[in-house]
């Protein structure tokens, strides 16, 4: 569980620097921010896509996915958490400032979550305590979480939470998880996590189009479940 908290932290004090920051910047410089990010982002998402080796095993993980998610309301689950944090704990109350809280929960949390580093670091820290993956995914987040709070506001940092208790998760059930995953497993999962970061990309930090992106995550479960029954029949 070392690297998870450390995760968190790095999460909080990035988060909150990018607060301190947000103040002195102009709207402009924050709307670059944000377009670099999510730029960055939707890279990343094809990068990570490209590990597939077979996309139709990610395209079945993502239809299915949605299915799920969307007859499970996650995305509006997350929502829902956003207001309830925001009016828990933000005593800014004008619309547009509401928006940005829950905007910035819900993009950091899905951003911070999906990614081979998340998963694969747990994994590792649970099993070995080498927390190496995570140490390193804690830098990457703490500057992403600096750029987010700085043009998404205090919403960012409750963020921390979901990080703590998905990865912390993960790294409860390691054991059971080394015994099943295979690489082909984690390729096509990192591929299927790497479509949720398109999408993030494209709906929250870039808004060319709104997506339900929280509806996507049952994919990250699917695609390795897809593997396994297809290696069945070989």
């Given at each position: 569980m070392?690297?998870?908290?450390?995760?968190?932290?790095?999460?909080?004090?990035?988060?909150?620097?990018?607060?301190?920051?947000?103040?002195?910047l102009?709207?402009?410089?924050?709307?670059?921010?944000?377009?670099?990010?999510?730029?960055?982002?939707?890279?990343?998402?094809?990068?990570?896509?490209?590990?597939?080796?077979?996309?139709?095993?990610?395209?079945?993980?993502?239809?299915?996915?949605?299915?799920?998610?969307?007859?499970?309301?996650?995305e509006?689950?997350?929502?829902?958490?956003?207001?309830?944090?925001?009016g828990?704990?933000?005593?800014?109350?004008?619309?547009?400032?509401?928006?940005?809280?829950?905007?910035?929960?819900?993009?950091?949390?899905?951003?911070?979550?999906?990614?081979?580093?998340?998963?694969?670091?747990?994994?590792?820290?649970?099993?070995?305590?080498?927390?190496?993956?995570?140490?390193?995914?804690?830098?990457?987040?703490?500057?992403?979480?600096?750029?987010?709070?700085?043009?998404?506001?205090?919403?960012v940092?409750?963020?921390?939470?979901?990080?703590?208790?998905?990865?912390?998760?993960?790294?409860?059930?390691?054991?059971?998880?080394?015994?099943v995953?295979?690489?082909?497993m984690?390729?096509?999962?990192?591929?299927?996590?790497?479509?949720?970061?398109?999408?993030?990309?494209?709906?929250?930090?870039?808004?060319?189009?709104?997506?339900?992106?929280?509806?996507?995550?049952?994919?990250?479960?699917?695609a390795?479940?897809?593997?396994?029954?297809?290696?069945?029949f070989?």
């Amino acid at each position: 569980m070392i690297g998870t908290l450390l995760n968190v932290a790095t999460i909080l004090v990035g988060g909150g620097l990018g607060l301190l920051l947000g103040a002195k910047l102009s709207e402009r410089l924050k709307d670059t921010v944000i377009a670099g990010l999510g730029l960055f982002t939707l890279v990343y998402g094809v990068s990570l896509f490209l590990k597939t080796e077979n996309s139709l095993i990610v395209l079945g993980s993502i239809l299915i996915g949605v299915l799920v998610g969307e007859w499970l309301h996650i995305e509006d689950g997350l929502m829902h958490l956003g207001i309830w944090l925001e009016g828990r704990f933000n005593n800014k109350k004008t619309e547009g400032q509401n928006k940005n809280f829950i905007k910035g929960f819900v993009t950091a949390a899905l951003v911070f979550c999906v990614g081979p580093m998340a998963i694969l670091g747990s994994i590792q820290d649970g099993l070995t305590g080498n927390y190496n993956t995570l140490a390193v995914k804690s830098i990457l987040d703490g500057f992403a979480a600096m750029a987010f709070a700085s043009s998404l506001g205090v919403g960012v940092l409750f963020s921390s939470a979901i990080v703590l208790l998905y990865q912390g998760a993960i790294t409860l059930l390691a054991g059971t998880v080394q015994n099943v995953i295979t690489t082909s497993m984690m390729n096509e999962l990192s591929a299927a996590g790497g479509v949720i970061l398109v999408a993030i990309a494209i709906s929250s930090l870039l808004e060319i189009k709104k997506i339900r992106t929280g509806s996507f995550l049952p994919a990250l479960l699917f695609a390795p479940l897809i593997v396994w029954i297809v290696s069945l029949f070989k």
